[in-house]
């Protein structure tokens, strides 16, 4: 019984909308005060000249203009690009930070799981920082780099879908759309790092495997397929957690600010002061809820967790057919009803979700990386 954890409205329609309105310009424009510039529907300049992107548009499409869903993608994506290497950058730094502190946590809770010993065991604490290499890369990414994308995805919502940014609605796709990339961009990472960490159980050091010895043996396993081990769990439980996460840090941050136990709009980290106390009043709502939100997140995603953790227990047995994410949630299901008691059930679950240490975790993660993310992240 091998089980694992690891833990802007449209103005007029899109039609309406022209590329130029968004003060982007290619090449060189007329310093001519006479004219207005180029807009939608002016003369196309002389070839070779072009002004914007529309007039790029045009000349790439030379049926006529661009069409709405065109234009629309070209806004979205002007507005995506403005700072997003620095976004990025304060995303991934913060995750390093919070991985590199974090990182005998996340191995002494693997191993509590795959030993089924106590997680404050002297065993799980003894190589902490065995394999920290690839957590580093893909825990600073997955972890910093989730705020990043969701606030790629909010302001890709706002524009495509015309959604009001502060909307819950819009909260849900950006956790979404968070999520999924997450799960798409760190499932060979993962896989890698899983493969990694089981072979330091073995008990010849010899089959202790590097990064690379264990990458290649994912290979061997089953060619590019090994590295996507878990890939629906992954983005069933990615999404899931980034949809649940995003809207429950929204309404804790605005009960905080209708308690007045906070200074007002505090709760929603937008705000400078020069008040030292202010900001460190705010620094600290901010973190409570973001680590509400995430162990909440945590708590709901938990069953898709433990599934793909199971499954990723059977990476380093080649002889072992890997469940199903539906295998998996039936033999939690199953072996849940078998407890007599309510009591005896609940303390399954707690177990097998890791509802403790694990949420702990996920909890203290986000939310120090959110903290960090919106220090770096602040605008000048």
């Known amino acids: 019984d091998d089980e694992a954890d690891d833990d802007e409205a449209d103005d007029d329609g899109p039609s309406s909308r022209v590329v130029s309105a968004a003060t982007t310009t290619v090449g060189a424009q007329s310093d001519d005060d006479s004219g207005a510039g180029t807009a939608a ?139 999924a990339c997450n799960a798409l961009l760190l499932s060979p990472l993962a896989a890698v790092k899983y493969r990694s960490w089981g072979s330091i159980e073995a008990a010849d050091a010899t089959e202790r495997r590097s990064v690379v010895a264990a990458a290649l043996a994912t290979h061997r396993r089953g060619g590019l397929v090994a590295f996507f081990t878990g890939f629906n769990a992954t983005v069933a439980r990615d999404m899931t957690f980034g949809c649940v996460f995003a809207l429950a840090r929204r309404q804790v941050r605005r ?86 008691t309510l009591y005896a059930q609940a303390k399954y679950a707690q177990t097998r979700l890791m509802v403790g240490w694990g949420t702990l975790r996920v909890a203290a993660g986000m939310a120090l990386s959110a903290l960090c993310y919106d220090l770096l992240n602040k605008p000048s």
């Open 41 to 179: 529907g002016a003369s196309s300049p002389p070839h070779g000249a072009a002004t914007t992107i529309t007039d790029a548009l045009e000349r790439r499409f030379s049926s006529g203009p661009p069409s709405a869903t065109t234009t629309l993608v070209v806004e979205t994506l002007i507005e995506v690009e403005k700072n997003v290497v620095h976004i990025l950058s304060a995303g991934f730094v913060s995750g390093m930070v919070v991985t590199a502190v974090l990182n005998p946590y996340d191995r002494a809770l693997f191993l509590s799981v795959r030993a089924k010993r106590p997680f404050l065991a002297r065993a799980n604490w003894t190589t902490p920082f065995h394999g920290v290499w690839q957590t580093l890369v893909s825990r600073s990414l997955s972890t910093g780099l989730y705020f990043p994308l969701e606030e790629l995805g909010e302001r890709g919502a706002a524009r495509v879908f015309g959604l009001d940014a502060s909307s819950a609605a819009t909260a849900a796709v950006a956790g979404n759309f968070a999520g």
């Open 255 to 340: 009960a905080l600010d209708a308690t007045g136990l906070v200074p007002d709009g505090a709760a929603t980290c937008g705000s400078s002061s020069s008040s030292t106390r202010s900001n460190a009043t705010r620094g600290l709502s901010c973190f409570v809820a973001d680590a509400a939100a995430a162990g909440a997140a945590a708590i709901v995603s938990g069953p898709l967790n433990y599934a793909r953790n199971r499954q990723f227990a059977h990476i380093s047995k080649d002889d072992v057919a890997m469940p199903s994410v539906r295998d998996c949630l039936a033999h939690f299901a199953g072996e849940l009803a078998r407890r007599p």
